[in-house]
């Protein structure tokens, strides 16, 4: 038997040698490294069918439809009634801006304390101001929308802190102002003069800023690319994508691409979604913690809300961040609804499986070394937090992508519990809403999911 193993080890081998004998003959070498991996192709282009930010002509022209019947069984329309009535969506509204935006410690800026709230107010109002006009046609609200826009383009100067707080304000209302200019782009009294001085700004007070977070990862403050909760990479990526597409900016939308993709900080979906999905152990599909999930669940939710109206903007574009590593934003989504949503009043559940994760161990490259945290189970902190991104996710993965019910079974009954307040049908709200709280959290999100995004059961 040996002999005969011997004997067939030797003409493969001659074979082998032959077949590249022959090859020598024919090319003069022979490559014998395994072929490299081909490198990811970013794309080169994009179709731009503006508005394609948060919101598409798509999107309005069948909300306009759901107006148009009155129905007031619909969430579409209720919601967008309790729209109307936000102080935020009103041609009244005044803009207060300032040269300097501050949020955090402001040591060193020249002003006497935070005053974001102010930009955060203002940001709110002109998308809502804008996304009412698209609705109505009626151009007041276009008017009001615009004149809070330049007013900022003309006075602010900078966002500062002496911390990175200011990072927060950059993401947050910097997404919420590059979707609000999109809405408006169309707008013919929006000159093309102003237009342009407002890119200018976007770019040089919130882009350039968004950039260098997402790229240095707070720098100054850690040299640990994981320092960052996927929160404040996720609000710098939305404003980034955003200001990208209403710039048309290959470049900056392709940075957002490659960073939720492959990136090295929290914005990753790798790396904000650390573990595999599992299956739910009652059945329902996949599900899979987050960074955040052992952190609290104020922040945990705020990471679905961010994460979905970030995937929104890409889906409007042609990039599917929602379908990426096998629908891994809608196990995370799942996990985080299966904890937090209290249908009726009582939770679903009392605790969730979970990895521990270690954030920030020693070691890790922050400068400070001393606060580091071993999450072992799911954080009750803040369980029940509400925020709005259910609607848009149950929309999408269950009317756009056609999932079974079961795959969405979670993120559905949140959805469900977030279009009632007190047992009464108004739909999920927007910034400003009083139920996401009464500071910067109801600025956190854009919103109004019921409204743009509800498709039906």
Request: with cysteine; charged share 20%; net charge negative.
């Amino acid at each position: 038997m040996k002999r005969i193993s011997t004997i067939l080890l030797a003409a493969a081998s001659a074979l082998i040698c032959a077949a590249s004998c022959t090859d020598y003959l024919k090319h003069g070498t022979v490559d014998l490294t395994m072929p490299e991996e081909e490198e990811f192709a970013y794309p080169t282009s994009y179709q731009f069918n503006h508005p394609c930010a948060l919101v598409s002509g798509e999107d309005i022209a069948r909300v306009k439809k759901n107006i148009a019947a009155a129905s007031e069984t619909d969430p579409v329309y209720v919601s967008y009634k309790n729209f109307c009535l936000n102080q935020y969506a009103q041609a009244t509204h005044q803009p207060s801006p300032v040269e300097t935006i501050v949020r955090g410690d402001a040591t060193g800026t020249g002003v006497g304390g935070e005053n974001y709230i102010t930009i955060s107010r203002d940001a709110a109002a002109a998308y809502q101001l804008a996304l009412r006009w698209q609705l109505t046609g009626d151009v007041q609200y276009a008017e009001t929308a615009v004149k809070i826009l330049n007013e900022w383009a003309d006075v602010c100067k900078r966002v500062a802190a002496n911390d990175a707080n200011q990072y927060l304000c950059l993401g947050f209302q910097g997404y919420t102002l590059g979707n609000a200019a999109e809405l408006l782009r169309s707008y013919s009294g929006w000159t093309a003069e102003d237009q342009n001085d407002f890119k200018v700004w976007l770019r040089e007070v919130w882009l350039v800023r968004n950039m260098s977070f997402i790229e240095n990862h707070g720098g100054a403050a850690s040299d640990c690319t994981l320092h960052y909760w996927p929160n404040w990479e996720l609000a710098n990526l939305a404003s980034m994508l955003a200001i990208g597409i209403y710039l048309e900016d290959v470049d900056v939308i392709n940075q957002v691409y490659m960073n939720f993709r492959e990136g090295k900080g929290s914005g990753c979906i790798d790396n904000m979604i650390p573990y595999d999905p599992i299956p739910d152990p009652d059945g329902y599909g996949m599900i899979a913690q987050h960074m955040e999930s052992g952190r609290d669940q104020g922040h945990g939710t705020l990471v679905i809300s961010m994460c979905s109206e970030l995937c929104q903007m890409a889906w409007n574009i042609g990039l599917d961040f929602f379908g990426m590593k096998d629908n891994k934003v809608l196990a995370m989504s799942e996990y985080t609804a299966k904890y937090n949503a209290r249908p009726g009043g009582t939770y679903l559940c009392t605790t969730m499986p979970f990895t521990p994760y270690s954030y920030c161990p020693p070691g890790c490259g922050c400068k400070d070394q001393n606060h580091g945290a071993e999450h072992v189970v799911v954080s009750e902190a803040g369980r029940g937090t509400v925020r709005p991104c259910w609607d848009l996710l149950y929309a999408h993965y269950k009317h756009v992508k056609k999932l079974p019910d079961d795959n969405v079974h979670y993120v559905k009954l949140f959805a469900e519990q977030l279009r009632y307040t007190d047992g009464v049908l108004t739909g999920d709200g927007g910034s400003g809403d009083s139920r996401y709280g009464a500071t910067s959290a109801a600025f956190d999100q854009i919103g109004w999911g019921t409204m743009m995004f509800y498709r039906g059961e």
